[in-house]
């Protein structure tokens, strides 16, 4: 059974940082394409970064500069470091899991929230 847990959420002063985790369980977590994605309140839910097994990574292009995505295969790990908030980041956070050579997502975390404070 596949399950994503991330954790690292919390408030932060606009300009701060916050490091997210994505713990994977249940998968070979080398067979999967991982990725975070957003959702703030009353909006659809948006891709923010993915990472390949081999560390090949893909940024939307509002968090280019700010956010790094980072993955541990040995810890079936994945990590978003976010610096440089900004009160738009203001968000709940998921991690996602595809198969490779597939194109959905089709394992999802419960989300952490951040909240960047002006």
């Known amino acids: 059974q596949v399950q994503l847990v991330e954790s690292g959420g919390g408030l932060v002063q606009a300009g701060g940082s916050l490091r997210l985790s994505c713990a994977a369980s249940?998968?070979?977590?080398?067979?999967?394409?991982m990725a975070w994605f957003r959702q703030a309140p009353g909006k659809e839910r948006l891709f923010v970064a993915r990472?390949?097994?081999?560390?090949?990574?893909s940024y939307a292009d509002s968090v280019k500069g700010r956010f790094t995505i980072s993955r541990d295969n040995a810890r079936n790990t994945m990590y978003l470091q976010m610096n440089s908030l900004k009160p738009e980041d203001t968000a709940v956070y998921y991690c996602?899991?595809?198969?490779?050579?597939?194109?959905?997502?089709?394992?999802w975390g419960p989300g952490t929230q951040v909240t960047v404070s002006s």
């Open positions: 996602a899991a595809r198969p490779l050579r597939t194109t959905d997502y089709n394992y």
């Open positions: 249940g998968v070979t977590f080398r067979d999967y394409a």
């Open positions: 990472i390949m097994p081999a560390g090949t990574t």
